[in-house]
């Protein structure tokens, strides 16, 4: 059986003839899956086109429509998570007019453009009597690369041709059933005037129930010999639940929308499945539909798509990120606080903000509300009627207050950091233009875009503004969040928050401040009953109720416990024993009185609704709730499954299930997850191995640790647990370094107490700061390294290993901020130290040796260089090996010096020295693919090096090539404003340069020069060297010194 993991291209079709031909197209079957994931019901044909393997998924028998394709979407990237490509492909019936030629057998492809993927979902429902329509969503854009194929095969097209119908009729061979596949007769292809109706009742064809006279037909003349045909139309499709076929509707919605196509898939795969559209034509969208042509409008299709697959590069597809980890990265919610937000979501649905002006943009209306409505959604009108009533006033600011659980919704305004990210998906909902320049700020530009006179007024919600520090504070002299916000007449912004500071001082004025109470009696009852989903004893449910204060996550929490132990578990139950905890309720209440006060936006009756379900869980499970505890301190979003097994000696309950070294069995601990899945308090996420929570839990969890736990000790648990499992910070962690950060954040800031736990801080804080070397944040890095070599020095003496590996780091981290003259003093103190300490043939010590090796040729100290890279080199392979990594970056080194050194003497002319180079920079470039990868830092650094020989001995042309393929794979890897990728900018400009392309050059170096002083300040080397550069070539006084890129030093193995 197939692999599911190694199916790259997802194909989708809606009905058999679509199916079938897919099929014919592919140039090799395959068995079927090898399995498939759980509930999948879909039926798959397994193949390849080219090198690439191709799922084909078929729509149900005799189902269609959006919300058939959207199942079948997701179960597709369930089962095949590997997908990087989605194609819809099949057909649909056309929307021809004076621009567009349109006709039986042509091909529609959706174009992508102005932020969507060229199909919009439009709503008939009750407007089609007055033929008109809603546009209710867009299909998310294609991956760039499917873009990309698509514009190269329109183009070969263009220039060659296409074989679409010769490529077809070579494939029929495959299918048994060929008539109904081939191109049926032209003349059958008849266009009728729009108000020519094919009679309903009539079970004749159109030649006969609307006869052929030309007086009823659109005549079309004879297309030319040099246009394609059939034709290939790109622009916009139309996808709807409902099947067009009333040819005035149609027109009206091709003049006004300048559609090309309607169908009545692809918008089902809209937030589930970014694909391209693809649309052989079988009638016109009319009454007088038939199936002749539909098999050949099938076949047509499949044969572009066909054609488009082979236009990608298989290196280009692994590049791209799975489908469904793009769409999950981009959809993070908490199943509980949805529930929060449809009264929102639907009551914002219906406000008029006005109609739009003729802008490109701005005249269409956006909806950006990440969740779907909720089925178990309680209107209250008294929070609605208010609302409303601000929404008309004067004010542009006005606010919902009320503590956590009591019916506020959760968008994105908690952090920095997901404020900026909403911002962006603004920008994107809105197609700003430099939207993706990675130097503009994109909240500026949303807040000058909202701020335009020339845009339709808008509402904006802000949720869980509860950070007043976050919200008002300056820090690191960047702007507050709050002079970001908008302020434009006759456009509001909503604000949901926990702190009545936060509020007033957002609004300026507490009249426009709403204090949300605790739900009514009849809307408590109803959130109960809909959570049961059954018929309740009313008395009983109205106790409960009560006793929970009527507020919603108390009332949702425990419908979760009496679902669970139903019928075990009744309401009177849940209410017994309830009542049974008093006494700890009362001690619980006392406790968190302060800080309940402080976040403003947890009732008490939370934190006993929890303390129900707690208590529960921990007579059911002691280990499960001490996951929960642990679980307590991470981040909300994405935690890391393989940093909580080390939970099972916490001294909250007893230690029985815990491994001797205090860690957890993997059997125990998915028993444990189970529990917390089971009360609805944690949620597995479609990324394998990551969790979340909702921060309201996390809180609860907090306040009960502090009154019957042991905080202190799940605090050094949760150190200990980032402490060892945060990785170094080399390339090959980056990855897991970018998760891992929103969680260890809170543990930067503050030196713990406990000796213990300040030896695992400073192991942290050198990692973490040279996982910021690595990406270039220097200034950072050094303040973080430096608490480190304090720590450690202060506990374990200036002389222990540790110690030693945080002072290395600092040396590197001046070294990179081309402070060389310090690292040079802290290198030496380091390797004289570890020679005592360690040996002189230690890694580590010949890692310092070579960082001081780095540090000499940057100081122009070549011979001094050379001589230590030298020694190096030679002890490094005769302990480490040859193609040991450090033994190759000190390789690369040596040439580094060899380059400098010519460069100093002015001997361009001895081209035996720099043939040698050239040698040896092959020679460990080669290495270093098979060691450390294409696309490692180093590597790339080992690669633009290289270019030097070329450029010493006038080799321009393939410096220029080399350069280039550096920058672009540090533009992918690094980024654009890492320092390697702006030295690589710095040398491709003087490559430009020698190739008399002036204008480039200087454009470009003026680039780096900006992006330099941004990065690395005005004073650092690079910049001052860049800076210079420019000023003299502006002078055209000619000549210059070029500047070799400097390979990074590395990073102590042992921390």
């Known amino acids: 059986m197939s692999d599911p993991q190694a199916y790259t291209v997802g194909w989708i079709c809606a009905v058999t003839a679509e199916s079938v031909a897919a099929r014919a197209f592919l140039d090799e079957e395959h068995r079927g899956p090898r399995h498939v994931s759980q509930h999948d019901n879909n039926s798959y044909v397994l193949g390849c086109i080219g090198s690439h393997n191709v799922v084909i998924a078929a729509l149900p028998e005799g189902e269609y429509g959006t919300t058939s394709a959207a199942t079948v979407a997701k179960d597709m990237l369930h089962s095949f998570p590997n997908v990087r490509i989605g194609l819809m492909v099949g057909i649909g019936g056309a929307a021809p007019s004076q621009k567009h030629d349109i006709r039986l057998g042509d091909i529609v492809v959706s174009k992508p453009g102005a932020g969507d993927g060229g199909v919009f979902q439009y709503d008939f429902g009750k407007t089609i009597q007055n033929c008109s329509f809603q546009v209710t969503g867009f299909l998310d854009q294609p991956p760039a690369l499917l873009r990309t194929a698509l514009a190269t095969l329109k183009a070969t097209y263009e220039m060659k041709g296409h074989q ?58 004879k297309r030319d010999e040099e246009d394609l045909d059939p034709a290939i139309h790109y622009g916009l499709i139309a996808s709807g639940n409902q099947l067009m076929k009333d040819a005035r509707i149609r027109d009206k919605l091709a003049a006004e929308r300048d559609v090309l196509c309607f169908e009545m898939e692809a918008a ?38 066909r054609d488009l697959v082979h236009q990608i590069a298989p290196s280009s597809v692994e590049a791209e990120k799975p489908v469904l ?10 199943d509980l606080l949805r529930v929060r937000l449809c009264y929102i979501q639907q009551r914002v649905q219906s406000l008029k903000l006005g109609e739009a002006e003729d802008l490109s943009i701005a005249r269409n209306p956006h909806f950006l509300v990440p969740f779907p409505s909720d089925p178990d959604f309680v209107n209250r009108s008294d929070i609605w009627t208010w609302m409303e009533r601000q929404y008309s006033g004067p004010e542009s600011r006005f606010a919902l207050v009320g503590l956590g659980g009591f019916g506020v919704f959760w968008v994105h305004g908690s952090t920095k950091e997901t404020f900026e990210d909403s911002y962006r998906s603004i920008a994107d909902v809105l197609a700003l233009p430099r939207r993706h320049d990675p130097d503009v700020d994109v909240l500026v530009l949303v807040r000058d875009w909202l701020q335009r006179e020339d845009v339709s007024p808008w509402l904006m919600i802000i949720d869980n503004a509860d950070d007043t520090p976050m919200l008002f504070s300056e820090r690191n002299s960047e702007k507050p969040i709050t002079s970001y916000l908008p302020k434009r007449e006759n456009s509001k912004i909503l604000i949901t928050s926990r702190n009545s500071d936060a509020a007033e001082r957002l609004t300026g004025n507490v009249r426009m401040i709403y204090k949300v109470p605790t739900m009514e009696n009849e809307q408590a009852l109803q959130l109960l009953q809909k959570k049961l989903g059954r018929d309740v004893n009313e008395a009983a449910a109205i106790r409960l109720i009560r006793t929970l204060e009527f507020i919603p996550l108390a009332v949702n929490q425990a419908a979760a416990y009496i679902n669970k132990r139903s019928p075990r578990v009744t309401i009177q139950s849940y209410l017994d024993e309830f009542q049974k905890s008093e006494n700890r309720k009362g001690t ?14 947890v009732s008490n009756s939370v934190v006993v609704t929890w303390q129900v379900t707690f208590e529960q869980i921990k007579r059911e499970q002691p280990r499960a709730a001490n996951l929960l505890s642990l679980m307590s301190y991470f981040h909300a979003q994405n935690i890391p499954e393989y940093m909580l097994h080390n939970y099972g000696s916490g001294d909250i309950h007893s230690e029985e299930g815990s491994d001797e070294d205090g860690g957890t069995s993997d059997v ?24 979340e929570m909702h921060s309201l839990v996390q809180f609860c969890t907090k306040v009960w640790i502090s009154e019957f736990g042991s905080p202190d000790q799940w605090k050094t648990l949760f150190l200990q647990s980032a402490s060892e499992h945060f990785p170094s910070g080399v390339f090959e962690t980056w990855q897991q370094c970018q998760t891992l950060m929103p969680h260890i954040q809170p543990l ?57 590996t945080s002072m290395a780091n600092l040396a590197s981290t001046l070294w990179n901020q081309g402070r060389w003259k310090e690292a040079e003093e802290l290198d030496v103190r380091v390797i004289e130290t570890r020679k005592r300490v360690l040996g002189e043939e230690h890694p580590s010590t010949l890692m310092s040796m070579a960082n001081l090796a780095s540090t000499y040729r940057d100081q122009g100290r070549w011979k001094e260089a050379e001589e230590l890279d030298v020694r190096v080199i030679e002890t490094r392979k005769r302990v480490l090996g040859e193609e040991h990594p450090d033994t190759l970056t000190s390789m690369g080194n040596l040439v580094s010096t060899f380059w400098n050194m010519a460069n100093l003497a002015s001997t361009y002319s001895d081209q035996g020295r720099w043939k040698e180079a050239e040698e040896l920079f092959i020679q460990v470039i080669e290495m270093r ?56 900018m710095h040398n491709l400009a003087f490559t430009w340069k020698n190739l008399k392309r002036w204008e480039d050059a200087i454009q470009l170096l003026q680039d780096c020069v900006r992006r330099r002083e941004n990065v690395l300040g005005v004073d650092h080397p690079d910049t001052m060297s860049s800076a210079s550069a420019l000023s003299d070539w502006k002078l055209e006084f000619g000549g210059s010194s070029y500047e070799f890129p400097r390979s990074p030093q590395t990073l102590d193995a042992c921390t």
């Open 164 to 221: 679409l119908v010769e490529d077809a009729d070579k494939n029929l061979e495959k299918i048994r059933r060929r008539s109904k596949y081939k191109q049926p007769d032209p003349a059958s292809d008849r266009l009728y005037k729009s108000h020519v109706v094919h009679p309903s009742n009539s079970s004749d064809g159109c030649d006969i129930a609307c006869s052929s006279d030309t007086v009823d037909l659109i005549t079309r003349p």
């Open 268 to 305: 089902g795969l809209m937030n589930h499945f970014p694909c391209l559209v693809i649309r052989g034509i079988c009638d016109y969208s009319d009454s007088h539909k038939n199936k002749a042509w539909q098999g050949f409008a099938a076949m047509m299709a499949a044969a572009y798509a």
């Open 325 to 334: 980890e793009v769409l999950n990265s981009a959809k993070p919610y908490s």
């Open 588 to 601: 619980l209440l006392r406790s968190d009185r302060g800080d309940i006060r402080r976040y403003d936006g």
């Open 668 to 691: 125990d601990f998915e028993d444990d997850l189970d529990v917390l899945r089971g009360y609805s308090l944690v949620t597995i996420t479609a990324t394998l191995g990551l969790l």
């Open 748 to 804: 930067l800031d503050k030196e713990p107490s406990e000796e213990c736990n300040r030896l695992e801080w400073g192991k942290l804080l050198t990692n973490v700061s040279w996982y910021l070397v690595m990406l270039g944040n220097y200034s950072k890095a050094e303040v973080m390294v430096q608490q480190a070599v304090g720590t450690r020095a202060e506990i374990l003496g200036q002389e222990h290993p540790s110690t030693l």
């Open 929 to 984: 693919k098979r060691v450390l990868g294409e696309e490692h830092p180093h590597t790339l650094t080992t690669m633009a090096n290289l270019t030097s020989t070329f450029w010493n001995q006038g080799r321009w042309k393939e410096a220029e090539e080399l350069f280039i393929q550096v920058i672009e794979t540090s533009l992918r890897v690094l980024g654009a404003k890492h320092p390697s990728t702006l030295t690589s």
